[in-house]
């Protein structure tokens, strides 16, 4: 499956249109490791929060199954750390669901030790390196304006 202007192509099937989106927006100056690192923490909280966005399992021809996953696309996108901020504050302020990663988070090591990072310092003044959020497209794509899609 891959997305098309807001379809998802589905092979032998008819295109498939989503009125959410899940998108995930990474700060520009993050090396290749934190960029991927910091997404799989981002989408990990979606699921759980939000189970509508996760589709039904998977099972090989074999029959050997496999976890569900995401129902549609997720979108990511990059940009300076002042696009970053200002889109955090679009996403509080539409009170759409999120996740953040902080650039504390790099020298913590577990969950306990994350929250309490995030918890030290007021919204204004978090360092962010990354932020997903979920909700209808355009509510979305009006939170991820001035990014751009990954490379």
Request: overall charge neutral.
């Amino acid at each position: 499956m891959r997305e098309t202007g807001g379809h998802a192509l589905v092979s032998g099937g008819a295109p498939v249109r989503f009125d959410t989106k899940i998108a995930v927006l990474l700060r520009e100056d993050l090396e290749p490791w934190q960029r991927l690192n910091v997404t799989a923490f981002l989408v990990s909280g979606l699921g759980t929060t939000v189970p509508e966005v996760i589709g039904e399992p998977y099972e090989d021809a074999d029959a050997v199954a496999y976890l569900p996953m995401f129902r549609q696309p997720v979108m990511v996108f990059e940009a300076s750390k002042e696009t970053l901020t200002a889109a955090h504050g679009r996403a509080l302020s539409r009170a759409l669901p999120r996740s953040l990663f902080t650039s504390d988070l790099f020298t913590t090591g577990n969950d306990r030790d994350n929250r309490a990072a995030v918890r030290a310092v007021p919204t204004g003044d978090l360092d962010l390196v990354g932020l997903a959020v979920y909700g209808p497209r355009n509510a979305v794509d009006k939170v991820v304006k001035g990014a751009r899609m990954h490379p």
